[in-house]
């Protein structure tokens, strides 16, 4: 049977809408896939090396305990003997020669105010010869500059000198007294305490671990650390000052102090350049409690010796190293890597951790940053950035097309 003009005209307009349909569908799928955005790609993350050295074994002397640190390092680097505190004989003029200085500070080559000894100055040359302690010349009426009674202070270790001069600078021994108990805790330098200038009293006394941090003060201080470092100075109406330190010069001893007491013992707190590489790093040490100054300074450089390997430059990362791949769905690739390169003089078995932190890309040009690699040395964490090696383009809306499970 025939069909009648509205059957046909109904089927064709059932065809025409069906195909119309289907099209349209066909159109919206390649819009919407082809516009779609695609979904980010993580990275696989690459384990970084281990970079932790083997420990360093310096030689300690038998006699006596000492502690060493360096410049820019936290605290002791290592230690042997009794870690408590002990007489320390002239190594006391250190403390007094910092509490003065930030009473009355000396900077670059100033010579500083004038000070006009007296007769009781006199008479503190006298008491200090009674107590069998070092002395250096005074005379009622001469004039020296500040630097220049540091020096007569400290070169040869003259007690006068440093009771003159804390009177000079707070008007008796016992505001200085006050000042330096002051100057102490302000430091955290719990384990030292100062009964006298000079260090001629076996109450005034410090742990290894006070005085490699008092080292480092002294260090710290341009004049200061001239002054500890010349083995003479011509000083007037005093004459010539001979560094009591036979150390001084001797493979890179800059400094810093002698001390000798029956309590204390020979003691030493010392300086040394030890180079590292193509720079350096200044070591402060100290010990306490040797027989003589002979066998300390011979201990000494034999310590010295066996600390040097100790110091390493360690290469933290070098530009372009890898810590993360991203491989996309559509076929390209690239990789998180170190910006920059990233290196640090290191002691001993420091422990040396990495952790990698790197961001999911979609697309991304060539340099930008996809996260970091924070390497955290001892108490402190080098920051260095990771970039995209590659650029990683849009894969087009063919791919979208035949990948539409992907976007």
């Known amino acids: 049977m025939s069909l009648s003009r509205r059957q046909v005209y109904r089927r064709r307009r059932i065809a025409f809408f069906g195909v119309l349909a289907v099209a349209l569908a066909f159109v919206a799928y390649l819009t919407s896939t082809g516009l779609a955005p695609v979904s980010s790609t993580a990275a696989t993350l690459a384990e970084p090396p281990a970079l932790t050295q083997a420990a360093a074994l310096p030689a300690w ?13 936290d605290g002791v680097l290592a230690s ?26 000396l900077t670059g080559d100033d010579p500083g105010p004038d000070i006009e000894f007296t007769d009781a100055d006199v008479d503190i040359y006298y008491d200090a010869i009674a107590e069998n302690g070092s002395v250096a010349p005074v005379v009622s009426g001469m004039v020296l500059s500040q630097r220049e009674a540091f020096e007569t202070m400290l070169i040869p270790s003259a007690n006068n000198y440093s009771v003159s001069l804390a009177v000079w600078a707070f008007g008796s021994v016992d505001a200085y007294l006050a000042a330096a108990a002051d100057f102490l805790a302000a430091n955290g330098l719990t384990g030292t305490t100062v009964a006298d200038t000079s260090g001629l009293s076996a109450q005034s006394m410090s742990s290894p671990a006070d005085l ?31 560094n009591t330190n036979k150390l001084l010069g001797v493979d890179g001893v800059e400094g810093i102090k002698t001390g000798t007491t029956d309590e204390a013992g020979a003691c030493l707190l010392f300086a040394v350049d030890v180079p590292v590489g193509d720079s350096s790093v200044t070591l402060v040490g100290v010990v306490l409690g040797g027989d003589t100054h002979s066998e300390l300074n011979e201990s000494i450089l034999g310590l010295v010796d066996s600390v040097e390997p100790g110091f390493r430059t360690v290469t933290l990362v070098e530009a372009g190293t890898p810590f993360g791949t991203y491989t996309t769905p559509w076929g390209q690739s690239g990789q998180a890597v170190a910006e920059t390169s990233a ?13 990698v932190d790197v961001t999911a890309v979609t697309l991304g040009e060539k340099g ?14 080098v920051t260095v950035p990771l970039v995209l090696d590659q650029t990683i383009t849009d894969p087009g809306p063919f791919w979208r097309w035949t990948h539409p499970g992907e976007v």
């Open 80 to 105: 042997s003997g009794e870690q408590g505190a002990v007489p320390i004989a002239s190594i006391t003029k250190m403390v007094t020669a910092l509490v003065i200085l930030e009473s009355k500070p």
């Open 343 to 355: 290196s640090t003089v290191v002691w001993s078995d420091t422990p040396i951790t990495s952790t």
């Open 212 to 242: 490699v941090a008092i080292g480092k003060l002294v260090m710290a201080d341009p004049v200061l650390a001239s002054i500890v470092a010349m083995p003479t100075a011509e000083i007037p109406t005093v004459g010539t000052v001979t």
């Open 368 to 381: 930008d940053s996809v996260g970091s690699l924070d390497v955290t040395v001892g108490s402190d964490t």
């Open 61 to 73: 002397p038998d006699q006596g305990a000492g502690a060493i640190g360096a410049v820019g390092f």
